[in-house]
């Protein structure tokens, strides 16, 4: 009888039913069944179940996060009357994403692997302020922390929290886990952290594994193991600090602006950007590929503005650009305000903090109280149009550099207004609901991009479509709840202005067949993830063979490599750059192709760090784009 409960129990998880879960759950407990073997043996091995199909392709997120309530659905009930003893078993551990980010996807997933593998888990949610992982942890001893972040944005905020628990003597008394697509094993070792892992699963195991080599909790919690961590960690932290009291990216900024004073452009070039950038596009010829890292909110400091007024005020937006696109000589610009633009006009609440990216503060709860905005003066669309309209004139007249207009398709739009994990579960279990929720998203995506065209408020309009991942979603739901909208109704909008298509997706592995071929697009900024790669993450020797011939690729140098200031920082930024050179044009000739690729970084370089990093790409592409140019191509 037992062994019937837990089997019924592991299929009621791998069903995502939350009702038969607390049944069961209830019904095991008046059969006599142990409560930890029903959980672990019940509940935890249909949560296997569901992570085994998941990492073989043959369920997605929705499915996970489905599962993963169902398991907490009968743990509710489980949980409780576990023995005190078996209780007192059980490793803590602290999870959530850091401050400043909204996504919450990655943490949920690892969140359920671990109380599926017996952690108590506290879940601090998202938007997590630093000072709030280091609390929790201390209140409750913890034995982990984990934190994660999909933005290149706001992952630096992982090192600060790692700092205050230096500071306060307690970072040995931790095992710390990161993760999110752009962390990588250098970035996590290098601020100290104790691991990183490619998904879920790899996470839930190495932390299982590692709580168990931590002291015993009495003695390193203890005051005299605290006031050893003060002491250990005090002159790493000195050194820290001397060197945070630098704004290495107002310091970078003078610099280079001194040097382009006294010295100008260093070379004149045969072609200018916005000729450069044109051409590459339609794959005629050109005296080297055009090169842009997505620096776009860390320009603001050749302005001296804050972040805030970057993303707000057209005026700061404008100079920034101007002067970022001047002092670098950058061949465009692409109008990367923030990714809250069109979720705050359908009522989400906005957090702009001074110097650090914008993020939602809080999601609408209704998907009755969703209405199309009008779109009108005071709106965050409209205010970003205006200010995107007075960029592209300064940089076209100025600069004969091409502006880009930024802003988010229809389903990035309802996750930022509501949540990605609550809107993919929705996907399943009220699909019609969502779909008249990305209806009235796609309205307003439509109008928004209409202004920009009937304004002239940019050269070209990219658009972030960021959910066609075929981990996170199948091929046919990402078609269902975003493909179709996009397809039939807003890029009509582009033919009828006959402009470029244009996708910004720095997901790991995205649906490209989609959103290059079905779309027809003209240009697609990509992010590539290596530890990804088993997964469907690709790079330009699989991308330009596939797609060369109908769409121009953008990407893919890592942008966390632009964080790090130093003179082995730039050089690393400069080789990979020089190597992405040396290798992407002789695969555009092997293709039958002479330019149609663009130099750039894989997601936005983050808003905090130096400029030099971003001077060192673009000057490296300068430096032997011609020669190469001419070598390979004649």
């Given at each position: ?11 009621a ?27 672990v ?26 599962a ?149 909790k ?17 002159e ?66 050749f ?6 007024d ?38 989400c ?16 709860k ?9 779109l ?17 004139e ?62 002239g ?31 039939d109704?807003h ?41 990804s ?53 002789p ?48």
């Amino acid at each position: 009888m037992a062994a019937d409960i837990l089997n019924q129990l592991a299929e009621a998880v791998v069903d995502g039913d939350d009702d038969l879960a607390e049944e069961l759950a209830q019904k095991a407990l008046n059969e006599g069944v142990d409560p930890y073997d029903a959980i672990v043996n019940g509940l935890a091995r249909g949560m296997a179940i569901v992570s085994d199909q998941y990492e073989k392709g043959e369920a997605f997120v929705p499915h996970l996060l489905l599962a993963s309530g169902a398991m907490y659905a009968g743990m509710d009930i489980l949980s409780p009357e576990m023995t005190k003893e078996e209780g007192a078993l059980q490793a803590v551990g602290v999870i959530g994403t850091i401050e400043g980010d909204v996504h919450d996807i990655g943490k949920n997933l690892v969140k359920t692997m671990l109380s599926a593998g017996g952690f108590k888990m506290i879940d601090l949610g998202a938007d997590v302020p630093i000072e709030k992982f280091v609390e929790t942890a201390k209140e409750h001893e913890a034995d982990l922390i984990s934190m994660s972040a999909l933005m290149t944005t706001t992952m630096t905020n992982m090192e600060k929290v790692i700092e205050i628990l230096q500071e306060e003597g307690i970072r040995d008394s931790i095992k710390i886990m990161i993760g999110g697509a752009p962390v990588s094993e250098e970035y996590a070792s290098g601020i100290g952290a104790d691991s990183t892992h490619p998904d879920a699963m790899h996470a839930s195991a190495w932390a299982s594994e590692a709580v168990k080599e931590l002291d015993p909790k009495a003695a390193r919690w203890s005051e005299e193991k605290i006031n050893l961590g003060k002491i250990k960690y005090r002159e790493i932290l000195a050194k820290k600090t001397v060197s945070d009291k630098v704004d290495i990216g107002l310091e970078t900024a003078s610099k280079i602006k001194e040097e382009f004073e006294s010295i100008g452009v260093k070379s004149k070039e045969e072609m200018t950007h916005i000729d450069r950038t044109v051409s590459a596009m339609s794959d005629k010829k050109v005296d080297r590929l055009p090169v842009y890292p997505l620096a776009c909110g860390v320009l603001r400091k050749f302005a001296g503005v804050n972040y805030r007024d970057y993303a707000t005020k057209a005026e700061a937006f404008t100079e920034s650009a101007f002067l970022g696109c001047k002092y670098l000589d950058l061949d465009m610009f692409v109008g990367l305000a923030d990714l809250s633009a069109t979720s705050a006009d359908f009522g989400c609440k906005i957090k702009y903090p001074e110097d650090d990216t914008p993020s939602s503060e809080g999601h609408i709860k209704d998907y009755e109280k969703i209405e199309v905005p009008e779109l009108k003066k005071g709106t965050r669309g409209y205010e970003l149009v205006m200010a995107s309209k007075m960029a592209k004139e300064k940089i076209n007249k100025e600069l004969n550099t091409p502006f880009i207009g930024f802003h988010e398709g229809p389903l990035l739009t309802l996750t930022q207004l509501m949540g990605a994990d609550r809107i993919l579960m929705d996907m399943k279990t009220q699909p019609d609901v969502v779909l008249e929720a990305v209806q009235k998203c796609t309205d307003y995506i439509c109008q928004l991009t209409e202004l920009f065209f009937s304004e002239g408020a940019c050269d070209a309009l990219c658009i972030d479509n960021l959910w066609s991942n075929n981990v996170i979603m199948s091929e046919q739901d990402y078609w269902k709840f975003d493909g179709k909208f996009v397809y039939d109704q807003h890029i009509p909008l582009f033919k009828q202005y006959n402009q470029p298509y244009i996708i910004h997706n720095c997901a790991d592995a995205v649906h490209f067949e989609t959103q290059i071929k079905k779309f027809g697009t003209s240009l697609y900024s990509y992010a590539y993830y290596e530890k990804s790669r088993d997964k469907g993450s690709q790079n330009y020797a699989d991308l330009i063979p596939k797609y060369g011939d109908m769409c121009c690729m953008m990407g893919e140098v890592n942008p966390v490599e632009f964080m790090d200031g130093s003179a082995a920082g730039v050089q690393k930024v400069r080789d990979d750059t020089k190597t992405l050179l040396e290798n992407a044009i002789p695969v555009l000739k092997e293709n039958g192709l002479q330019s149609k690729y663009i130099l750039s970084t894989g997601c936005e370089v983050p808003p905090g760090g130096p400029l030099t990093t971003v001077q060192a790409m673009v000057n490296t592409v300068k430096e032997f784009g011609p020669e190469l140019q001419k070598k390979i191509m004649g």
